[in-house]
T-cell receptor
């Protein structure tokens, strides 16, 4: 099993550009999450999904969009990149949501200049 | 609203010393879950432990132990006989029974000096 995979690992964007961060898991987990990690600020939840076709906002959803058409994939879309979106983005999945451990991907380091 | 506070931003200890990482949480729910995760310098996040609100037993796993006290809303993590490989950022997290979100603290950066 590959676990949770994220692509790309690194990306530099110009202000106003768009991109999609890819996340996939092969553990058949229903729950998936997107976090951003800013230096010294811990993890903040952007969006999450409790199953295919269902998504919901986290703490910091502005500037992002998600979709969940399959159990395996949970892409995160940045429509108009801003410097404030410079961060490390982590995707995670869980078999049992709030009560279970989360399995994290390796992260995507995004810089917006 | 749920909240997790890790007051220690950064801690440095010499190898083989014991160290305790503090975690204080706030919740209105009677059913909730607490977690600890480790983020080594390589960057990935690794699950360490989960505890539900009805289980106040302390847990020990090798050199790691966790002390859960509902009376003080704390879930502290102790590393005994620390090793350089324990150097990492450690996150405490909380989820409530009525919510699928998990809230993380800001983390404590632990340096184990050889």
């Amino acid at each position: 099993n590959a676990g949770v995979t994220q692509t790309p690992k690194f990306r530099i964007l110009k202000i106003g550009q768009s991109m999609t961060l890819q996340c996939a898991q092969d553990m058949n987990h229903n729950y998936m999450y997107w976090y951003r990690q800013d230096p010294g600020m811990g993890l903040k939840l952007i969006y999450y999904s409790v199953g295919a076709g269902i998504t919901d906002k986290g703490e910091v959803p502005n500037g992002y969009n998600v979709s969940r058409s399959t159990t395996e994939d949970f892409p995160l879309r940045l429509e108009l990149a801003a410097p404030s979106q410079t961060s490390v983005y982590f995707c995670a999945s869980s078999p049992s949501g709030r009560a279970g451990e989360q399995f994290f991907g390796p992260g995507t380091r995004l810089t917006v200049l | 609203a749920q909240k997790v506070t890790q007051a220690q931003t950064e801690i440095s200890v010499v190898e083989k010393e014991d160290v305790t990482l503090d975690c204080v949480y706030e919740t209105r729910d009677t059913t909730y879950y607490l977690f600890w995760y480790k983020q080594p310098p390589s960057g990935e996040l690794v699950f360490l432990i989960r505890r539900n609100s009805f289980d106040e037993q302390n847990e020990i796993s090798g050199r790691y132990s966790w002390n859960f006290q509902k009376s003080t809303s704390s879930f502290n993590f102790t590393i005994t006989a620390s090793q350089v490989v324990d150097s990492a950022v450690y996150f405490c997290a909380l989820s409530e029974a009525g919510d699928d979100k998990i809230i993380f603290g800001k983390g404590t950066r632990l340096h184990i000096l050889p």
